[in-house]
């Protein structure tokens, strides 16, 4: 049935499409007719663009008649409000860029429209990435599609319910110290958070110009694999963009994990964490045991500072980032007397109150007196974290983690408390600081059918061995789907 065309992987709609089972129209109208039935609830989408969406399945499916389209030609995709889209509003979930149409793409927008992608239109976040639930957003939360009184995860929340929900095939994410594993983990899909440098960050808003890296939502490891091929290579655009070409990671897959070293670090099965959430890693070690893998404790023991060095280099390069955001140049404008009081005026207008106690913070570290003692030191302590991933994987292949310390939590449980809310993020944070690439992916569910996600981590581009891990544990392992 044609009404049921949104639950397809980009894998099965690829090959449904390349046959002319299905066009690409069909499958858009699929895609729209499901937000339109459970996005009043979710609150996935901050905009969605049907006649452009509609518009670009036209000519996909004009490409895919012609024939040899690429995997992702017609396929429908949510993308995070983080990323510039030609002649089409981008917010970043902020006030202060309410009506920002920007005048170019992206490069990975730029890449997605050449291999024929559709956007259904923009996700919700946390404002200008700032969080762990999706709640920072000025235009109101996302839910969990599992549990509407549960939060998403962030800052990614909006791509990962919506990819969840079934409401696109797939989704665009940024993640700065967890934004992408954190949500997929909470909403029971795949997200992975490339190597720092694999994928350009041209034409994304930034919030910390040297952690930020982006990255898909999908439904299934083989997906993921299909769209980072898509999105990673070369931008000369992108200073900090590898020069290293992409391969083909689906080459990857081959579903064989025999005598692959897993490293499991002792720091990360801590005191406090859910109970399900240890049993369900536990339980995805022994499979991949069974499956021929062997399983190695390791230790990363500067793991414990990850947090507080991540929130001083953050919020000190989102302090420098943000100040572009003055009434000025483009974005919200609250006229005054003067430009003094017209920048107070217009970023206190602007800016949530998350995202003001960020550019505090990392004003404060950047101050004259304190950059020593604060900044400083936490880039100091962000290369001993490094360098613990580095002497492990003398030791392993891989790395495999929980996601998180806990399943998702209720929407407005943690907003009285920055600190808590900040913990979310205490197994995805060191992922950042040393550059490494980072896949979540479902591995059971708690006592009340929330996802448990794990987390495997790969060395400097070994993005092709966590897929390959993540690919093989999917094949004896069952995800569910939320009943919406």
């Excluded at 670090?265 to 406090?272: A, C, D, K, L, S």
Aim: hydrophobic content about 40%; aromatic content about 8%; charged content about 25%.
């Amino acid at each position: 049935m044609t009404s049921d065309l949104y639950k397809l992987t980009i894998a099965e709609a690829h090959a449904r499409l390349s046959r002319g089972e299905i066009s690409s129209r069909e499958l858009t109208r699929a895609c729209l007719d499901r937000i339109a039935a459970v996005d009043s609830r979710v609150h996935a989408f901050l905009s969605v663009i049907e006649d452009q969406a509609l518009a670009q399945a036209d000519d996909a499916d004009a490409r895919l008649r012609a024939g040899s389209a690429p995997t992702l030609c017609g396929i429908p995709l949510g993308i995070k409000d983080i990323f510039c889209t030609r002649g089409i509003r981008t917010t970043c979930a902020s006030r202060i860029l309410e009506n920002f149409v920007p005048p170019f793409d992206a490069t990975v927008i730029e890449r997605l429209r050449a291999a024929g992608a559709v956007f259904l239109g923009k996700t919700n976040m946390d404002e200008f990435a700032m969080g762990s639930s999706t709640e920072n957003s000025a235009f109101g939360p996302t839910r969990n599609p599992f549990d509407l009184e549960r939060v998403p995860g962030g800052s990614s929340g909006g791509s990962a319910a919506a990819v969840a929900a079934d409401e696109c095939i797939a989704a665009l994410g940024t993640d700065t110290g967890g934004s992408i594993r954190l949500p997929a983990a909470f909403c029971g899909i795949v997200g992975i958070k490339p190597t720092y440098s694999r994928v350009s960050r041209y034409g994304v808003i930034a919030y910390a110009s040297s952690l930020d890296q982006v990255g898909p939502f999908t439904k299934t490891v083989r997906d993921a694999a299909v769209m980072l091929h898509a999105l990673a290579g070369v931008d000369p655009r992108d200073s900090t963009c590898s020069a290293r070409s992409a391969p083909d990671y689906t080459k990857a897959l081959t579903g064989e994990v025999k005598n692959l070293r897993i490293g499991v670090p002792r720091e990360y099965f801590v005191e406090g964490m859910q109970p399900e959430v240890e049993r369900a890693i536990r339980a995805a070690l022994a499979s991949y045991r069974e499956l021929g893998a062997e399983t190695v404790e390791i230790s990363l023991p500067h793991t414990e500072y990850a947090i507080a060095a991540y929130y001083l280099i953050a919020t000190a390069e989102a302090s420098a980032n943000l100040a572009r955001y003055d009434g000025v140049r483009y974005g919200l404008r609250v006229d005054a007397a003067d430009h003094i009081e017209l920048y107070n005026r217009s970023r206190d207008a602007g800016f949530g109150a998350e995202v003001k106690r960020r550019i505090m913070l990392g004003t404060f570290a950047l101050s004259a007196g304190y950059y020593d003692a604060y900044y400083l030191k936490a880039q100091k302590v962000r290369t001993l974290i490094r360098r613990d991933f580095e002497q492990a994987f003398e030791h392993c292949d891989l790395i495999a983690t929980p996601t998180t310390p806990a399943t998702a939590f209720k929407i407005g449980e943690r907003t009285a408390d920055p600190l808590q809310m900040y913990l979310s993020d205490i197994f995805t944070i060191s992922v950042n600081l040393a550059g490494l690439p980072g896949l979540a992916m479902p591995c059971g569910y708690d006592d009340r059918g929330l996802p448990i996600g794990l987390q495997l981590i790969g060395p400097p581009f070994g993005e092709e061995i966590i897929l390959r891990a993540g690919d093989a544990f999917e094949r004896v392992f069952t995800p569910r789907r939320p009943e919406l």
